[in-house]
């Protein structure tokens, strides 16, 4: 009896050194397997079941039962929080429960520049974080939003200062809105503001003349200071700008390469060969350096402008309109050379 008490014992012993041995390892073992660091996205809303099929179909973990019991254990379900996390090669199911239940999600670089408008703007945006190009358009056309940060409609795109952020993935709309605001409030420095007062221009009006300046020369960001003092010359002489980039926008046709009498007649107030002064808003979010370039223009007395016939993308400067006449018909001599008609 006593040596079958012992054996009893033993085998218990043995049982219950498996049984801690196996959760040990439930809990503590590597349980990830990827190649490389693997992105895997909780979305909001979600629930265990959810999440967990979700890992099931990613095809991340050896062991799937194991990864239910750690996360019952730390009662996961109850706290599991949207965002996008990077799985590691050799995770636990202990690190990645934590990891997951915490929240420490890794956030995303969300970039934008060369945008023409707030509908380009949501669809870069979307590419990166949750919500679709169509729900954060909604949030972008928000009278009720537009007004609350003190703009209208046709200049709120002078509110995102083209950069490179991070947001996490899971970042709503309006959040999003509300982080530009004090991007823009960051790069609206005291500096910048004093410059802006002294052109008697404001915040939006010193972006909508640099939309112009970039739409002009969006290949030699080197002319951009030049642009930028012909312009200032031509709204203090109270000289119609007359550019051809604010009339493509009136027109709204951005196939146009060669701007005809037909598109100058166009009634718009983006028109500025009819209109005085600087359109309602921007024609495009223009880069930082543009709107750098309109605060710190060149001084000069040029307020004429034509683009080189030799195909350089640069342009010729002028004081006068006799010597700006002879470069435009160089250069309308080689659009019609080059069969460009429209």
Request: overall charge positive.
């Amino acid at each position: 009896m006593k040596k079958i008490r012992l054996i009893g014992t033993v085998a218990l012993l043995g049982i219950a050194v498996y049984w801690g041995w196996s959760k040990y390892q439930a809990v503590y073992a590597s349980n990830v397997e990827v190649n490389a660091d693997t992105e895997f996205f909780v979305h909001t809303g979600s629930d265990f079941e959810k999440v967990a099929k979700d890992l099931e179909r990613a095809k991340v973990l050896k062991d799937l039962d194991s990864f239910h019991w750690v996360a019952n254990r730390k009662k996961y379900n109850e706290l599991i929080k949207p965002g996008r996390y990077i799985l590691k090669d050799g995770m636990s199911n202990n690190e990645l429960v934590d990891m997951l239940r915490s929240g420490a999600q890794t956030p995303v670089q969300v970039s934008f520049n060369n945008v023409r408008n707030l509908a380009q703007l949501a669809g870069k945006v979307a590419k990166k974080l949750e919500g679709d190009s169509l729900s954060f358009l909604k949030t972008f056309t928000n009278d009720s939003i537009i007004s609350y940060y003190g703009f209208k409609q046709e200049n709120f795109i002078a509110l995102f200062v083209p950069n490179t952020y991070q947001f996490y993935w899971n970042t709503t709309e309006q959040a999003f809105i509300k982080r530009m605001a004090d991007e823009f409030k960051k790069f609206w420095t005291k500096d910048r503001l004093s410059k802006a007062e002294k052109k008697g221009l404001t915040q939006t009006e010193v972006v909508t003349l640099a939309s112009i300046v970039q739409a002009e020369q969006s290949e030699h960001a080197e002319e951009w200071p030049t642009i930028a003092g012909l312009y200032l010359n031509r709204l203090e002489q109270k000289i119609p700008l007359q550019s051809d980039p604010t009339v493509i926008f009136a027109v709204g046709d951005f196939r146009i390469r060669r701007v005809l009498k037909e598109h100058l007649k166009k009634n718009s107030p983006y028109n500025t060969y009819k209109i005085p002064g600087l359109p309602p808003g921007p024609i495009r979010m223009p880069d930082r350096g543009a709107i750098d370039a309109v605060l710190n223009p060149q001084q000069h007395e040029f307020i004429f402008m034509c683009a080189k016939a030799d195909g350089s993308g640069l342009h010729h400067f002028s004081k006068t309109l006799r010597a700006h006449n002879n470069y435009a018909r160089d250069y309308q001599r080689e659009m019609n050379r080059r069969g460009i008609m429209r």
